[in-house]
């Protein structure tokens, strides 16, 4: 491991903003701030919003600049990227911040039921080969119902038409309530300016491209079956890297 990586991890580790608990200590002893972020953390009962994936922090950190009234968590498992987000809610003193180093396999382990309001999912791999992988898969949507509220929001923003149809299908095939979709959010006068003014790494690297920017919000209701849509979806031809022509329920591919 570089020394670059090695003084990161060194800083993360002094971070008080940083909340890290390795696989054996989750599952031996379970995860102290469960059922506790509000009180021991935050300081406040003001609700909490995670990204899954959060890469460097830029969506959490532009998020929480501009809701001050809501608590954001940055989950993600590479420490090194998530360096730069962490750093700069540090510096800059932000209160309502908070970054989790972890897989994003065993999320529920940190959170209790109800006490998640919001999730978004920014430009996660669109995991063309295997469904149980995707982040908006009924495999994750049953982890997420462990912690969220009733009817919690999933904000999906994805450069991935691969990803956003899945997706869109998963949302009709169990009729969970769609609120927005759009698969080119800069063409469309959105409402909400966040969804356009705030950008990570990779969002800016799709448009360079000139890749139209999905986004999908809908919420997840606590009960109810989940299924998987049975569905052929073309892959991304950018991202494919030789994979089969389409994906099937099927195949998982």
Not at 62 to 87: E, Q, T, Y
Not at 92 to 113: Q, S, W, Y
Not at 148 to 171: E, P, Q
Not at 198 to 203: C, D, K, L, M, V
């Amino acid at each position: 491991m570089g020394k670059g990586k090695l003084a990161k991890f060194a800083e993360m580790a002094e971070n008080p903003l940083v909340v890290e608990c390795p696989f054996w200590q989750l599952q031996q002893d379970g995860f102290p701030l469960k059922g506790k972020w509000h009180q021991n953390f935050f300081k406040n009962d003001n609700p909490i919003v995670l990204e899954l994936g959060c890469g460097r922090g830029e969506y959490t950190i532009g998020l929480a600049r501009r809701f001050p009234d809501k608590n954001f968590i940055g989950v993600d498992i590479k420490g090194a990227r998530m360096w730069h987000g962490a750093k700069t809610a540090l510096e800059e003193g932000m209160k309502n911040v908070a970054f989790l180093r972890t897989n994003i396999e065993c999320i529920d382990g940190f959170f209790a039921p109800n006490e998640v309001a919001e999730l978004w999912l920014t430009f996660s791999d669109p995991q063309m080969k295997k469904a149980t992988k995707r982040l908006t898969s009924t495999y994750f949507m049953e982890r997420y119902r462990r912690f969220l509220v009733d009817g919690g929001i999933i904000h999906v923003k994805t450069d991935s038409n691969f990803l956003a149809t899945y997706t869109k299908y998963m949302v009709e095939k169990n009729g969970l309530p769609m609120e927005q979709c759009t698969f080119d959010l800069y063409a469309e006068n959105v409402a909400d300016s966040s969804l356009t003014e705030i950008r990570t790494y990779y969002e800016g690297m799709w448009l360079e491209r000139g890749i139209p920017i999905k986004y999908l919000q809908f919420r997840l209701p606590q009960t109810g079956t989940l299924e998987e849509p049975d569905i052929e979806i073309p892959v991304d031809g950018y991202r494919s890297y030789n994979h089969q022509v389409v994906s099937t329920k099927k195949t998982g591919k």
